[in-house]
């Protein structure tokens, strides 16, 4: 694939960026279907959030096609082909992974309507319904965002530039598949879809990672890109769950007790290398010191914010103490990691834990420092629940800095979760 010449034929004639409703990551179909099992009437409301403010995404993406590539998002359906594999495919061991009452609802899913308008140079878009509907939204909205802002930025390049572009950028990545190779142990899967360059890239940074990293490379997080590379599809659950089943609780009890009943519902449909427990919702420590003792029994924890030498040092001490032996659970980071966090934490943890790796934006969006003003720089752009059935959703992570929701729902979670001072951390993506 010549990647130059279509990102040049971007000019010229109409491109869509999201072809097909599995454009997206395995853990939003886990979510969706046990969404669908459990609270399929919740109303929700989800919306664009950029963190990073500088980057005025309404000045430099056009309103028209920004509607377009929605209004073709939301003709999707799901293909034959691609309902045979989700049908048919054996995930993490299982065959018939998602339900046949499932399937069919997502065969006839069409994307609900979408809310649009520019503020302050940035665009507010918000998705409003049904939780198992309007969550599918989350990453083709991301993704159609990111790969907008890619091509505004590169539509004065000229055919040869572009060339040259991709060039180094194919090279930048190739040494750092090369530098990964002396990892010992290595286990590594690309989790970018969200904040890609494009999906052309993604879909040639997971062929690197293949060719490159051989078994190391353990899969991918795009569904489409697993059924296209005959690769693994990667993910477990996201903190959407949570951030909605608390919104839910009629009390500060149902509140406290919410994130548990998230993994308990999980417990009950899934096994294996599923059952990974996200802690950091409303505070990694809080969480595992009140958690039930059948959680310690689970595989593994993934690491998605704060420090995670301090996190995963949590997580082994949690299981020592409920006589667990952490050499045989799986410590997952996932939060801002590019290679020399990797090799950090392989060195760091090797003998400690089972490690492995979801290596997101700067995988698949790395382009720092390749083109004038460092114009592609990766930024921090998130789509999420903001509320359910009419109140609040609060994310309050183990870095403030990722915290959301109104200040005073943010002060009464943060009492209610026993979170105490936090220390601020640079968000790179």
């Known amino acids: 694939m010549d990647i130059a010449t279509r990102v040049w034929n971007h000019k010229w004639k109409i491109d869509p960026i999201v072809r097909s409703l599995i454009d997206t990551d395995f853990y939003k179909l886990l979510m969706c279907q046990s969404v669908f099992r459990n609270k399929p009437d919740t109303q929700v409301t989800f919306s664009l959030i950029n963190r990073t403010k500088d980057i005025r995404l309404a000045d430099l993406i056009d309103e028209g096609e920004l509607r377009e590539q929605l209004d073709h998002i939301r003709s999707l359906s799901l293909a034959r082909g691609e ?63 990111m790969e907008l802002r890619s091509r505004a930025v590169l539509k004065d390049l000229r055919k040869f530039e572009l060339q040259v572009l991709y060039a180094r950028a194919m090279t930048k990545l190739w040494g750092k598949i090369e530098r990964l190779r002396e990892v010992n142990g290595l286990r590594i899967a690309d989790f970018g879809t969200r904040r890609r360059h494009g999906y052309l890239w993604q879909d040639w940074c997971v062929q690197a990672m293949m060719e490159g990293l051989g078994d ?18 990667i993910g477990t659950n996201a903190h959407e769950l949570p951030m909605v089943y608390s919104a839910l609780a009629e009390s500060d009890d149902a509140l406290r007790d919410a994130p548990y009943r998230v993994l308990a519902d999980w417990h009950d449909e899934h096994d294996g290398n599923l059952r990974i427990i996200l802690p950091d919702t409303y505070g990694t420590e809080g969480f595992l010191q009140h958690a039930p003792d059948w959680l310690a029994g689970w595989t593994g924890i993934r690491i998605d914010s704060g420090d995670p030498v301090q996190g995963a040092e949590i997580a082994i001490k949690w299981w020592q103490d409920r006589g667990e032996d952490p050499t045989q659970k799986l410590v997952i980071f996932s939060d801002g990691l590019d290679v020399e966090k990797i090799e950090e934490l ?30 592609l720089a990766p930024f921090s752009l998130v789509c999420k629940a903001v509320s359910a059935n009419g109140r609040p959703t609060v994310k309050l992570s183990d870095n403030p800095r990722k915290a959301m929701g109104p200040d005073d729902e ?8 026993g979170v105490g001072q936090q220390e601020a951390l640079e968000v790179i993506v």
């Not at 809310?115 to 083709?140: A, C, N």
């Open 410 to 417: 943010i002060q009464r979670y943060k009492s209610v979760f």
């Open 216 to 233: 190391s490379f353990v899969g991918t997080s795009n569904c489409l890109i697993a059924m296209k590379r005959d690769i693994e599809a």
């Open 346 to 375: 392989s060195i760091r943890f090797a003998g400690r834990v089972r490690v492995s790796f979801g290596w997101g934006t700067l995988l698949t969006n790395d382009f720092r420092g390749l083109v004038p003003g460092d114009a």
């Open 83 to 145: 309902s045979t594999w989700l049908r048919g495919n054996t995930f993490y061991g299982k065959r018939q992974m998602f339900r046949s009452d499932f399937m069919e609802w997502f065969e006839a899913l069409r994307l609900p309507p979408y809310y649009l308008e520019k503020r302050d140079g940035q665009y507010e878009l918000t998705f409003e319904g049904s939780w198992p509907e309007v969550m599918l939204w989350e990453i083709p909205a991301l993704a159609v965002l």
